[in-house]
């Protein structure tokens, strides 16, 4: 059973920093692309950034380039985001998931409880 847990989050102030993690189980996590998402209530869900398999290729979203830095520990099965500068549009849910190596995509239906992540002014 694939199976996500996400954490890590929390409430910063302005300019500060969060490292997410997120542990993947029932699947061979090194065969997969990875990525993180984020959604806040009432917007689709949107991609922030994406790992390839052994980490040697890397996808950011415009809104976090610069500031986040995503990473993979194999031999753990854990994804991770370093989110450093963060600002209040930075707020939102946060979620990883597998994804297509392609085009960043989710693959499947499979979500973790997300881990909130809140930045005030």
């Known amino acids: 059973q694939v199976r996500m847990v996400e954490s890590g989050g929390g409430s910063v102030q302005d300019g500060g920093s969060l490292r997410l993690s997120c542990v993947a189980s029932?699947?061979?996590?090194?065969?997969?692309?990875m990525g993180w998402f984020r959604q806040v209530p009432g917007k689709e869900r949107e991609g922030v950034a994406g790992?390839?398999?052994?980490?040697?290729?890397?996808y950011y979203a415009d809104s976090v380039k610069g500031r986040f830095t995503i990473s993979r520990d194999n031999n753990k099965k854990t994804l991770y985001l370093q989110m450093n500068s963060l600002k209040p549009e930075d707020t939102a849910m946060y979620y990883c998931?597998?994804?297509?190596?392609?085009?960043?995509?989710?693959?499947?239906?499979?979500w973790g409880q997300g881990t909130q992540v809140t930045v005030s002014s």
């Open positions: 790992v390839f398999t052994g980490g040697s290729v890397i």
């Open positions: 029932g699947y061979f996590y090194s065969s997969y692309c």
């Open positions: 998931a597998r994804v297509t190596c392609d085009s960043w995509l989710p693959i499947g239906n499979y």
